[in-house]
């Protein structure tokens, strides 16, 4: 599974920049604490991954004391979700990383996993959402996310259109995981952002080898 996801505040919605960025993250095919494996922690830089772990058959639900493995040229990072689903790897060295979720074996969820990249300056914002162990990847189509293209001022909220598709055409009953790359906003797990400061950022919605991609403005 692999995902090209590249995104920073770039200063002007709509150009060159944006071309390339969606373009990068179109070709798609993911994750998030501190503590250190073999081969060295990852280094500290200006670029930031926090988020949260959910279900993706039911994202109210957190999914508490999942193991998650973030990797980069070599260097690990390990963390667990708290008792609210929440993590956070805190500062990193920009780059292309590699994300893995192990749920507890309680949970019942399949293994997740998904790569990105992440820019300098960037702060990415992931809501994981683990599929159930025994769903079938191999009926899902493509994953939707409507509008391709928004904009908000501070303080309003936009509100996106997302499902994952099955072999009939219609909404599967689970959700596509969620990476937000540029802090504009709070962005919840119903695809609901609340616009929060000016910029622009790449929302992309995932599930194995399909993702979908929104470009967002925020004005003041």
Same mark, same amino acid.
């Given at each position: 599974m692999?995902?090209?996801?590249p995104?920073r505040?770039v200063r002007? @919605?709509g150009?060159?920049?944006?071309?390339?960025?969606?373009?990068?993250?179109?070709a798609?095919?993911?994750?998030?604490?501190?503590n250190?494996?073999?081969?060295g922690?990852?280094?500290?830089?200006?670029a930031?991954?926090?988020?949260?772990?959910?279900r993706?058959?039911?994202?109210?639900?957190?999914?508490?004391?999942?193991? *998650?493995?973030?990797?980069?040229d070599?260097?690990?990072?390990?963390?667990a979700?708290?008792?609210?689903?929440?993590?956070?790897f805190?500062?990193?060295?920009?780059?292309?990383?590699?994300?893995r979720?192990?749920?507890p074996?309680?949970?019942?969820l399949?293994?997740w996993?998904?790569?990105?990249?992440?820019?300098d300056?960037?702060?990415?914002? *992931?809501i @994981?959402?683990?599929w159930?162990?025994d769903?079938?990847?191999?009926?899902?189509?493509?994953?939707t996310?409507?509008?391709a293209t928004?904009?908000?001022?501070?303080?309003?909220?936009?509100?996106f259109?997302?499902?994952?598709?099955?072999?009939?055409?219609?909404?599967?009953?689970?959700?596509?995981s969620?990476?937000?790359?540029?802090?504009?906003?709070?962005?919840?797990?119903?695809?609901? *952002?609340?616009?929060t400061?000016p910029g622009t950022?790449?929302l992309?919605?995932?599930?194995?080898?399909h993702? @979908?991609?929104?470009r967002i403005t925020?004005?003041?």
């Open positions: 692999k995902a090209d996801t995104g505040n002007r @919605a150009g060159p920049r944006w071309l390339a960025l969606t373009a990068l993250v179109v798609l095919g993911a994750c998030g604490g501190r250190s494996l073999t081969g922690s990852i280094p500290v830089g200006r930031s991954l926090k988020g949260i772990v959910v993706a058959e039911n994202t109210n639900q957190r999914v508490a004391g999942a193991t *998650l493995t973030l990797s980069r070599g260097a690990v990072n390990v963390a979700s708290a008792a609210d689903g929440a993590f956070d805190g500062r990193l060295a920009a780059g292309r990383f590699s994300c979720i192990d749920p074996v309680a949970a019942f399949d293994e996993k998904w790569d990105f990249d992440i820019e300056d960037q702060a990415a914002y *992931l @994981a959402a683990l159930p162990k769903f079938n990847l191999s009926t899902i189509t493509g994953v996310l409507a509008p928004a904009s908000a001022r501070v303080g309003e909220t936009l509100a259109t997302l499902a994952v598709v099955d072999l009939s055409g219609r909404p599967a009953a689970i959700r596509p969620l990476l937000l790359l540029g802090d504009v906003g709070e962005l919840s797990p119903d695809g609901r *952002l609340k616009a400061r950022a790449l992309v919605a995932w599930l194995d080898r993702a @979908a991609v929104s925020v004005n003041p």
